[in-house]
């Protein structure tokens, strides 16, 4: 059976600093890609990180860029996402996905393949 469980997530000042991680099992986890997403009320679905398979890849959408760094522990079948410097906007439900097998260790992205969601954790950030 396929999980993938978020943990991390609450309440911050502004200025603050959480780590989010994302225990996955049930897969292949060093095959998949790894990303964090965030929907806010009344807002889609957003990129906010990804990392290839190897970590040799990492992107970042430019709101959150140096500030946020995603990463992954292959051993630990576990992807991280360290949020520094968190803004208000930052609030959202943080959703951990997984997508592969991927076919190298250049690629975000498996057509074909699969696609595994966690159930979320949320991110407020509030004096």
């Known amino acids: 059976q396929v999980q993938l469980v978020e943990s991390g997530g609450g309440l911050v000042q502004p200025g603050g600093s959480l780590r989010l991680s994302c225990a996955a099992s049930?897969?292949?986890?060093?095959?998949?890609?790894m990303s964090w997403y965030r929907q806010a009320p009344g807002k889609e679905r957003e990129l906010v990180a990804a990392?290839?398979?190897?970590?040799?890849?990492?992107k970042y959408a430019d709101s959150v860029k140096g500030r946020f760094t995603i990463s992954r522990d292959n051993a630990e079948n576990t992807a991280y996402l360290q949020m520094n410097n968190l803004k208000p906007e930052d609030t959202a439900v943080y959703y951990c996905?997984?997508?592969?097998?991927?076919?190298?260790?250049?690629?975000?992205?498996?057509?074909?393949?699969?696609?595994?969601w966690g159930q979320g954790t949320q991110v407020t950030v509030s004096s």
């Open positions: 990392i290839t398979r190897t970590a040799f890849l990492t």
């Open positions: 996905n997984a997508e592969g097998p991927t076919d190298t260790i250049y690629t975000y992205h498996a057509p074909g393949g699969s696609q595994y």
């Open positions: 049930g897969f292949t986890f060093r095959m998949f890609a």
